[in-house]
């Protein structure tokens, strides 16, 4: 009996590999975005980690927009600002 040869399907394997491989500022956020506009509020924040003030926040957020991006957030998480959430 001969084998045929399995075909893999790109998207499940990327899938694999992003999941594996997830980034825990994506992580982070996906915990702390619960509106999922792809921003982290105050609010959200402060819904996982009530420690988080708003000084600690706005240091946080370089543009001022009193929302952070995924890249603002992996700086307030390397800062020590936001704590890194578990998911």
């Known amino acids: ?13 990327l899938a694999l590999i992003l999941a594996t491989s997830v980034p825990a500022v994506v992580l982070a956020q996906s915990v702390l975005d619960t509106n999922g506009d792809g921003l982290v509020s105050l609010d959200e924040v402060q819904a ?3 420690d988080v003030d708003s000084d600690a926040f706005m240091a946080a957020d370089s543009d001022g927009d009193a929302l952070l991006n995924a890249d603002e957030l992996a700086a307030a ?3 020590g600002l936001i704590p890194m959430a578990d998911g």
């Open 48 to 50: 996982v980690f009530p």
């Open 1 to 13: 009996m001969t084998k045929t040869p399995t075909k893999r399907n790109p998207s499940a394997v």
């Open 77 to 79: 998480q390397d800062a």
